[in-house]
């Protein structure tokens, strides 16, 4: 099986921590292979830099299908809260899994209330925007915020570990969470740390996207082209795809 | 006043469309300026030319403020569910107004359950995930859809007016609609065609967004800076804004 | 362009300042004309008198329709979560504008999340009533009470800004608001005091109403009457108009 | 024990017909005391009638209290889906039931599902906003109407009893309902009818409120003052209570 | 009228206690019969527990049912938040009343929030899905738990009222709770420490559920058996009912 | 991995079935153990049947404890729609999957509205039942019976087939469904026949639950016990385990 993990920013130090915790989930026959958009932001958090990744990741998988070099059996969506999953399930036949969903899929199934910890407190927003959406909001008993920016994490990670710790047990304590969801990719040692210190489980957004993904591919199912994720209708557009016609070679 | 009413798609024609029905709601004193992105999609039908367009009209107005040529009072997003007003008013300091929730605001001021009519069926849970997040459903009766493309709608109107106002009926009599939202954008008569032939208030999404923009302009409000509407951080990107990177003029 | 606007109690200080706030929102080609039931209660702090006051605007309105003076293209109902909307929807042809409702309105269109501050903790439930039932409620972070009546108010109004401005900060800090509505009518320099001091957007409910009344009426569209808004049926009615059986003169 | 039980309209024939039916369903020791507005409507079919049969009932309630007459255990509201039920509850001490809530109540015991069967589509709305704001909508199958107002439920009282029962095989066959509430007061027969023809069990809400209250009284609680039903300020109110301002002698 | 009340665990002094508390609530005509299953557990603090109790109660119905000797009115399930009321309601013609439920609808009756305290804070969620499947969770505003175990309950009342009025007074003061429902059976004294210490109506499940089955068999009603209720198919069943496969006489 | 599956009826033959289904989406390193409770219901349509299932599967874990013979990594519950998966939660600490909400979970992660089709209309409620307290309704498009039941499934599985089929075109075609779950357990074939005659995918419960299961225990996760799934009291329980009251050898 190959799964193709989709970084939406275009941090190589992010891809790789993903590539990392995507491997450490997959089966010894599962290949997983992580890239980035060719374009867009360093970090996402907001809006724009959310749609603008959802258009890079589009297009990174626009260019593998036009070079007809898409060959996996599921995609992963590795930011947390961000758009463009609907946009790939349209786009491709297998199946593709997005980290918060996934998260929340797994939380549920192992806890009765989940909480989610993520960096800034404007991504608490997105977040509960993307858990409503998917109907996956009704068991959440919280999305909080650390406080730390990546720039911070990146620069003091045991801080940042610490950081998401406090809040986790504030999540417990206060909010009545029994699985903590961890808002953010990439942090290698927190799960760990949640488990021990907090004595709840903790959910790693990209690893339960790969499980769930190799769970799905097993079953033999794929993304329902009955409803809203039918291929789209041909409408002409203009300097699509945008790397190509912003001049990047493959 | 001056209103800014981005089209997010490319199509000119549904640009002037759009500029027609824009300007018939504006005061005297207001004046409408109508644009478009500098690339995507001639269409919206898909959540992936939804993306696209929304990072378009991102486009054009990051373009604007870059130039110090956003001289506006309020902008309009003229695309009915399509994404991208949360990113916009990130950016702007002036209040920016999605035609579906003004719609949708103003059908709840006149009514007590509205239906929207749209195009086509693949719109339908994108129109119901806007309202959803914009917290505008609980009175909403039904989304419809009338069945014809956007490539329809433009080679014959009259068969087109007819096709909404036979859903608008069944809104009405099935779903217990007693208002209707026009679930596109740049339809000229049909407003005039529901009111007459269904007995019920018909509800343009643009003409409503003009009124709303003055309304909230007049009242010297704007979009909160205190939440997540916030400017975002500034993570670097590259290749932005993206019709620069392609090497177009302004 | 013509709105009345009614204060649903029979405070003439109320009434005047209502017109205050209302007039200041008011384009210059609209007149606003402000008045009172002609019976009912000072103030409004309790179901029972609310219910007095719904009656006594029916009163108000059904004696200009009686006397064929009612020449207006909408009406506000300026009772902050009061009851009576309905009823004036159903009696008259042009559209009501119930404050509290316009001011959720507006707040939805400028912020994420709304917070109402008003006078005492006993009307709490009456405005999340009036927000549940208008379908508004998704989206209010929390209904507060600066725990000052009527009385008080007016006795030391700085003292009554203060203790408002208190509360929005709470609604702001700890239930997540990014916009506050004055849940009652007539504080001059409130809005003001909060845009200063606590850096959200606030919304007073009069202005709100008499700029979306412009913006409705300006579209050309009025309240449903293919629903629950039709004229009611002729059941004879004993001492109707109320005013008129109690000897009042117009 | 003794019950006032309120007709909210002046119809002297409605009020014989729920003092029969509220009669049927007290306990021996309870005497029921059947009575109607001073002023008021001969039926309510609007939200205009509701308001003015709410201060009716809150004067007829004025007036025993003032005389010292008021000597119930309890009292029910008689008018299904009409307003007025929190004003008494603040007014009094003693426990107050409305028939619309006490049918749901009693059919949420005894079935999963129930629906409504009222007179006109227009009382619909109404009826579903009282069970919203109870907290009772969860297990609500539907509100529907037979369609036939007040006159000619009297004028063809077989032919009203034809309908109802089958729109009552509607809301079972269609919408799922296993009970079904009468949504109107004063029907001898029907209860029986819906039984014996539709094979579920039927809910009359005069007599379930005669019923629920004889059970809380017997539990020696009333309505809770620590809350919205704390009796209200005393602001000045003029002409009240109406009916003595009208001159009218009890 | 005959009222079964089952105590759901094997107590011989939880059944006296619930007995004496039905035995009040009771008319002087109804006569209380209080018994408990044949096996099962001496106290019910998990789900497994719970499950095992509604086996227990089923099978203390069979026996009556397969001997003939069951002649009885209504039931009364003892069990605050416990399973089985489906299942009881499936096998018998009279109605069946459950105590968490009953506590509800008499403080929806009274109040507009109500607060469940209970003994341990794992029993918080299985209240909370009694009330959500019943659809009597809108109004309420929290479950909380005193923290103390049967045993402690036991060997400490005293101790136990102070825990409980404590909770009481929380659920009162942060939650906005207006009445109490007592979150367990048999514990004499409690509502009246509640209503004199934190000045709200305090609701027994027993009481509130035996006044409620002489309400509804009052009024001739019983479990609609058009729906869910209806009698279950006929499949084999080993070792049933199990007090006899176990050897026990009645 | 070893992954304990409980049939929780008492049909050799469904637990045949079952074993087939589950072994079919077991991974090569994956044993599968299938085994039925040793007393109960031959085949569960009812609550009481449900219940009483529920302890069989309780009694067969807790044999398996008591006698140091419980080896698994995780138990599948294959009842849809059954009681129990708490208590097995509680009692256990591997993971346990029902396999109503596998189901469930499966469909969300593959479309955005599913419906369920199962045997009797009876069995509808407690799968919405299960759904709902599981959070997992939102996305529901409704839940269908083929009113056909087990033995008549039995009898005709070719019947049965077309049967179901015909129901999951109404869920797409009249409720908009684009996933299908079907609603029972151990029809081998139906998955096929839906997604070939009705053109989306079909879910298999049992093989969503083993799926989940080797997703979640490859994660190394299991049920959090920080919250209502900590182990219960130890309160005396008398004839525990029943099956060794019952005289059953192991």
């Not at 907001?46 to 995609?75: H, N, P, Q, T």
């Not at 794929?222 to 409408?235: C, F, H, L, R």
């Amino acid at each position: 099986m190959r799964i193709l993990v989709l970084n939406p920013n275009t941090s190589p130090t992010m891809t790789a921590e993903i590539a990392v915790a995507a491997t450490a989930a997959a089966h010894p026959g599962t290949d997983i292979v992580c890239c980035a958009p060719r374009f867009g932001s360093t970090a996402i958090d907001s809006a724009a830099e959310s749609y603008l990744s959802a258009v890079g990741v589009m297009d990174a998988v626009e260019i593998l299908l036009a070079d007809g070099a898409f060959d996996y059996d599921a995609v992963v969506l590795a930011g947390f809260g961000e758009h463009g999953r609907d946009a790939l399930a349209e786009m491709l036949t297998v199946p593709v899994f997005d980290i918060a969903e996934c998260a929340a899929h797994v939380a549920t199934l192992i806890g009765r209330r989940f909480s989610v910890v993520t960096t800034l407190a404007r991504s608490i927003a997105p977040i509960e925007d993307r858990l409503l959406l998917a109907g996956l909001d009704a068991h959440c008993a919280s999305v909080r915020a650390c406080g730390l920016g990546t720039a911070e994490v990146d620069a003091d990670p045991a801080g940042a570990v610490r950081a998401i710790v406090e809040e986790a047990v504030r999540a417990v304590t206060e909010d009545g969470a029994d699985v903590v969801c961890l808002g953010c990719a990439g942090m290698a040692g927190v799960t760990t740390a949640i488990s021990d210190e907090v004595g709840v489980p903790a959910v790693d957004g990209v690893a339960a996207a790969v499980a769930l993904a190799q769970a799905v591919v097993g079953l033999g199912l794929s993304t329902s082209k009955a409803g809203v994720y039918a291929p789209g209708p041909d409408n002409p557009r203009s300097h699509w795809p945008l790397s190509r016609a912003l001049g990047m070679s493959s």
